[in-house]
């Protein structure tokens, strides 16, 4: 393949009256394609079979944990009272929170037309069907019995049991599943042009057969293309509420509960500005490295790092806005056991966590406003770093503080988490990170036909 080369450009300088490209370098049609399908074409470096190797055994062992719970029971678990969520749900809620940028990306940026999207919205969806499945793997085993599972579906059965509907987590149910089906449906929908022009460059039989299967017979024509956007178009509007639905309902789980800390109206814009934040720093945290291996620096360019920095100044602003208000609220409200409640997060046996919580998430993002900061990759990488740990510990000091100390002091307690709990959190990030590995080789990681579309037209009129 040719080499590109060209001078390079300060892509996070806006001049008025002319837009900073969002593809760099003396790029064509061609040369994009060629970019984006190097890694599924060309030999596998051996950092991603290193990668992979790492990733599939830390994944191996969260199995095998599974396995070594179902068999002992949930005793291996830290779950004690009064705390019996413990970190399987603080760990529900933290991948259900990565998972919020995806279709953020996709669908909300698509309808309000925003066009730098198109270097990440591939990526970013990919990693909201990996998320949302390691968010689905805790619940599945925190309900203890896992053969009894089918108890928790509306189903005719013997003992004429029925769920709650009641019960915001059953809503949970219902609200996830359509969150991870949609979001599928989404991705794969983006990706059919892109898996036809893999399947018209492969050259061994299987290739050609696995993407030609999955392309759905497309040919690029005209009528193609009024049906792919047309469909595009409405699953982007059936996956904008879901933004803001999902994230909502799981803080209903906490949230209609008569709990002091958890009884709060302030939950779910709280929740969805904390996931919106999350994924976002999930997002860059992963592009980074990848688009500097991938070679694809020029397709997402720093342009495109800059504006996602911008979205977690705003998220991480609100997530602190949201921090001070549940102090002020408590104190407005007059109610001693939400006061206690909130000055114990702060000052009690959990404070450590609650200042690191506030530290990551409140204070890190802040340094995003000098330009200097948000326009250098490695610094982004490492502030995003601290935001992920931080938005872990936010749902730490939100679940487990609150159980720890309730209504009766009689009752209070320290959890402690085991072994078990912390490989299972490690465990966990192996089974994201072989998902997202898998995808970067044999599926495009760019959305080609999208990038296509915000480049000069050959032969056009505009800067090139």
Known sequence: ???????????????????????????????????????????????????????????????????????????????????????????????VGIGHAGTLISAILFLFRQDWRTGINRAAEAMTIFAVVCAGVFPGIHIGRVWLAYWLFPIPNQMAMWPNFRSPLLWDVFAVSTYATVSLLFWYMGMI???????????????????????????????????YERAYLLLAALAAPLVLSVHTIVSFDFAVSQLPGWHTTIFPPYFVAGAVFSGFA???????????????????????????TKVIIATGTMVGYAYAMEFFIAWYGGNRYETFAFINRAF??????????????????????????????????????FVN?????????????????????????????????????????????????????????VAMAEVKSVMPRPGGHGDH
Request: hydrophobic share 50%.
């Open 1 to 95: 393949m040719a080499s590109v080369t060209a001078e390079p450009i300060d892509t996070t300088i806006e001049v008025p009256g002319k837009r900073t490209p969002l593809v760099t370098g003396a790029h064509d049609y061609g040369t994009v394609t060629d970019a984006v399908c190097r890694l599924a074409e060309c030999k596998t470096p051996k950092a991603w079979y290193l990668a992979l190797g790492v990733s599939a055994c830390l994944m191996g062992m969260l199995f095998g944990l599974i396995g070594y719970l179902i068999i002992t029971g949930v005793g291996v678990w830290g779950n004690r009272s009064p705390v019996f969520w413990g970190w399987p749900i603080v760990n529900f809620v933290f991948w």
């Open 193 to 227: 042009p892109d898996l036809a022009t893999l399947r018209d460059r492969a050259t061994g039989k299987i290739q050609q057969f696995a993407y030609g299967l999955f392309s759905l017979g497309w040919n690029g024509s005209s009528r193609h293309w009024h049906r």
């Open 282 to 308: 999930m997002v860059l945290t992963l592009m980074i490295p990848a688009r500097k291996i991938c070679g694809i620096e020029d397709l997402l360019t720093d342009r495109h790092l800059e504006n996602m």
């Open 348 to 385: 009690g046996p959990y404070a450590w966590a609650y200042w690191i919580m506030v530290s990551c998430n409140v204070i890190s993002p802040q340094l995003f406003w000098i330009k200097k900061i948000r326009t250098t990759p490695w610094m982004i990488f490492v502030v995003c770093v």
């Open 389 to 445: 740990i931080g938005m872990w510990f936010e749902r730490f000091v939100i679940t487990v503080t609150s159980l720890s100390r309730d209504f009766l002091p009689s009752s209070w307690g320290y959890f402690k988490p085991t072994i078990v709990d912390v490989l299972m959190l490690i465990g966990s990030f192996g089974l994201f990170m072989t998902l997202f590995l898998l995808f970067c080789k044999f599926l495009p990681m």
